[in-house]
């Protein structure tokens, strides 16, 4: 299961990120957003999102932060490590293993989703972020403001993949229609 997804296609998911240069051989420090973050490389070939470059990685240690250290095949030194920095892995989505019950899912698989509230539209889910304080969804309104709501169960109790939505238990100020205090201004 991904603990990240952003800019996914139906077809491929992005399980990490080559996060930069570690030495001066060529070794790259990775991200990765895959529960068990070695299992980055088990999964299959890792590619960009379109599936037209393919980067052989694999593992070699532990980096700083959390982050692994890997060697990319045909990468040989510290400048070509840096060009890939920011560079996003995916994989074919076909390739992952279908999830356990209907209370587990791929993250991935909320984007897009409507959030509700009290029979009404908040927005869709554009992104699903991990900033290291627990899990964010960042959600689009149809003012095309952007809301970061927290994804835990006291927010969204329900996640209806089928349904393609999300219900949510929506923070004071946050309802549809805002808050008197936003309203009146500064």
């Not at 030194?77 to 390739?95: H, I, K, P, T």
Request: glycine residues 14%; negative net charge; aromatic residues 4%.
């Amino acid at each position: 299961m991904t603990k990240k997804s952003q800019k996914i296609n139906s077809d491929r998911i992005c399980l990490g990120v080559l996060a930069g240069a570690h030495g001066v051989r060529g070794l790259v420090r990775v991200r990765s957003f895959t529960q068990i973050p070695a299992d980055l490389v088990t999964y299959g070939p890792l590619g960009d999102a379109g599936g037209d470059r393919v980067f052989e990685l694999s593992l070699t240690g532990q980096g700083p932060k959390g982050q692994l250290l890997g060697r990319i095949e045909g990468v040989n030194s510290r400048e070509d490590a840096a060009a890939l920095g920011g560079q996003e892995l995916y994989v074919a989505r076909d390739l992952l293993p279908e999830t356990e019950n209907e209370e587990t899912f791929y993250h991935a698989d909320l984007i897009g989703l409507s959030v509700v509230s009290e029979d009404s539209i908040f927005g869709r889910v554009a992104a699903v972020h991990d900033f290291g304080a627990g899990i964010m969804l960042e959600v689009v309104g149809p003012d095309a403001k952007s809301t970061m709501l927290p994804f835990t169960r006291a927010v969204i109790p329900i996640v209806d993949i089928a349904a393609g939505q999300l219900v949510a238990n929506l923070p004071e100020g946050l309802m549809p229609g805002g808050s008197p205090e936003e309203e009146q201004g500064p």
